[in-house]
């Protein structure tokens, strides 16, 4: 068993060594020297199939019938012919097709390896007004660290002091600057080109955003598609074939030649690696532009997507909406504000959010036995007072009438503002309107999508119609829904899906998190809880949303070029046999176009590591296979 780790362990250099013996061989060759040219084929025939025999003879001791199988019959056979040159070059080439898997699948996880290296190793931690430094894993939730000009992020964290321009590439795949101050929220693995922050940590080691991003991609690499399971399956059924067929024309030809070159040409070199290749490196580029695709299944099917459902607060709209409105009906402003304040702690909903902000408290209330009421809002119990924050609903269901604010609930809505509402023990207190900021370039996005072919854009939300309707027309959206709960939107998802449609659901909090499970493809913003992420199939970092026509293009150049590759390796086997049939091929020229056509797929799966989305203004829905030349 030593004996055979050692020898794998040396294969790419037994390559080599055979590849100097075949060079030996043509030379002397040359020289009129036949002895010695048979010599040095049959000893470099003897080294490169030493690794080929162990590796299928390892896969018969688990009862696999492999490729390797196939190479050891074929070279056993054309040894026992006295044609040396042939399992020469054979051995040889087919390790120098592995060798060229192994460099070219390396390459096409750079990605992955380079978000490794640029992972931060130390932080400076203050402590008692003191600086030390210390390794990244030894810093603690709540620690205070300091970042200075050139220094790296080392946990995700919020500025506590200080202020200047980040650059958040790793994170984003963006690589412009960022300018923050107190209150913004950092990320590890993010350069400070500029200025000095003091940040509280929040998150630390493998719970960081950049630790996420490494663990979510090394996953999806590792996953296999669809089409990579098909192959899978028919390895274990092709090879066996070729077996048996190089069997039959062996006994009814009596040409054992014949027969081995059957066994080296039905090798499905590059059937198997195209699709892996063509996967990872979709994958790898996605990473690197600041998507996060999880699995090979998710890229088989997202391309196939028809139907685009969106949330509207945090996804349509910018996830920071403001406070414009604000209308007392019962006791204290000013404390009633900070009551709504303090419940709305208990929330990380962008509207809650909104109201923190604009509160701008020193200080807050206790709260006590705080309920979160999904789609509605939350009650709670402050100073012994019953209090409810939310939606009209939630104040209906617990019989309290809101008819002195019909006036002004009706401007809001109209306006297109949310509506939150404050009530203590059993009154209407307070009602804020909260208006959405659209996201930069969303309806430019969503038009995007459209000319590529997506037949259907969707909002659920369960903000009011009216506003949802505000911010539909604005957008392009083509159907919207408000005043939904997080279950009707769940329903919403499977009616379209038993209508034949391939959803995929667009969102960022928990109460998306039924919908984002539910869709064919879950999608999350990455700035959203920690549940949509790890339910969704893709995640756009730090909450790109013009990041989904990459995600979008990406997944359907990739299965296209997963296509191209199996047709690639198909029509190669094919051209292999007909040529052979006619006399055309040989061994050794059959087995050159064998491994070059390894390389061919080899090279069209790499094509998608820098791929970029094209312009997309002029192109039609009747043709969006164009974008993605």
């Known amino acids: 068993m030593k004996y055979q780790q050692q020898v794998l362990q040396h294969k790419n250099q037994l390559a080599f060594l055979g590849g100097v013996l075949i060079s030996l061989a043509f030379i002397s060759k040359l020289a009129h020297f036949t002895t010695a040219y048979s010599l040095f084929m049959a000893l470099s025939a003897i080294i490169g199939s ?26 056993i056979g054309a040894f026992l012919i006295g044609e040396y040159n042939e399992s020469a070059i054979v051995t040889f080439l087919f390790l120098f097709g592995s060798w060229l898997e192994q460099k070219t699948l390396a390459k096409t996880r750079l990605a992955i390896k380079t978000l490794t290296q640029m992972a931060p190793t130390t932080a400076f931690v203050i402590k008692n007004d003191e600086i030390s430094e210390v390794d990244v894993d030894d810093v603690e939730i709540f620690d205070q660290l300091l970042v200075k000009t050139g220094g790296q992020v080392p946990v995700d964290g919020i500025i506590t002091s200080g202020e200047g321009y980040l650059n958040e590439a790793s994170v984003t795949g963006e690589a412009k600057f960022v300018h923050k101050e107190a209150g913004a929220t950092v990320f590890a693995g993010t350069f400070l080109e500029n200025g000095t ?49 190089a069997l039959v024309v062996g006994l009814i030809s009596w040409n054992l030649s014949l027969a081995i070159t059957i066994l080296v040409l039905g090798c499905p070199g590059a059937l198997v690696i195209g699709v892996p290749v063509s996967n990872v490196a979709g994958i790898g580029n996605g990473a690197k532009f600041g998507v996060l695709l999880k699995g090979g299944e998710v890229l088989d099917t997202f391309s196939k997507v028809d139907t685009f459902v969106f949330d509207k607060t945090g996804t349509l709209t910018a996830e920071k909406p403001t406070v414009s409105g604000i209308y007392n009906y019962y006791g204290d402003k000013a404390e009633n504000l900070r009551l709504l304040a303090s419940v709305e702690r208990q929330s990380d909903h962008p509207l809650g959010q909104a109201v923190i902000q604009f509160a701008a408290l020193a200080s807050y209330l206790p709260v006590e036995k ?43 809505q109209e306006s297109g503002h949310s509506l939150v509402y404050l009530a203590q023990d059993g009154k209407l207190s ?3 309107g909260i208006k959405d900021q659209v996201r930069p370039k969303a309806q430019k996005t969503l038009a995007q999508l459209t000319q590529m072919g997506v037949k259907n854009l969707v909002m659920l939300t369960g903000d009011n119609k009216k506003a949802a309707e505000i911010v539909g027309r604005q957008l392009g959206i083509t159907e919207v829904h408000g005043e939904l709960l997080p279950a009707e939107k769940a329903d919403f998802i499977t009616k379209l899906q038993k209508n034949g449609h391939k959803v995929a659901f667009v969102g960022d909090g928990v109460n998306d998190s039924p919908s984002i499970a539910l869709a064919d ?15 969704s199939d893709v995640v756009l970092m730090n909450s790109d949303f013009t990041k989904l026509v990459h995600a979008y293009a990406l997944t359907k150049k990739t299965v296209w070029n997963m296509k191209e590759n199996i047709a690639i390796a198909i029509g190669t086997v094919a051209f292999l046999l007909v040529g052979l049939i006619f006399g055309y091929i040989y061994m050794a020229s059959g087995m050159l176009a064998h491994e070059l056509s390894i390389l061919v797929v080899i090279a069209n799966g790499m094509r998608l590591l820098p791929f970029k989305v094209g312009k997309l203004d002029s192109y039609q829905v009747s043709n969006p296979t164009e974008v993605l030349q």
């Open 50 to 75: 030493l690794p080929i025999f162990i590796l299928a003879y390892q896969a018969l001791r688990v009862k696999v019938i492999s490729i390797d199988l196939l190479v050891s019959i074929a070279v």
């Open 521 to 535: 493809i879950g999608i999350a913003m990455g700035n959203g809880t920690d549940v949509a992420v790890e339910t």
């Open 370 to 412: 705080t309920v979160v009421l999904k789609g509605r809002g939350i009650k709670a119990r402050i100073n012994n007072h019953e209090v409810l924050v939310g939606n009209a609903q939630l104040l209906q269901e617990a019989g309290i009438r809101i008819d002195a604010a019909a006036k002004d609930q009706s401007y809001l």
């Open 430 to 432: 307070q009602l804020l």
């Open 197 to 245: 922050l003091q940040i509280e940590a929040q998150k630390i080691g493998e719970d960081t955003t950049f630790g996420k991003i490494i663990e979510l991609v090394e996953e999806a690499q590792d996953s296999k598609s669809k089409a990579e399971r098909f192959i899978d399956r028919f390895a274990k059924f092709y090879t066996p074939f070729v077996l048996l067929l």
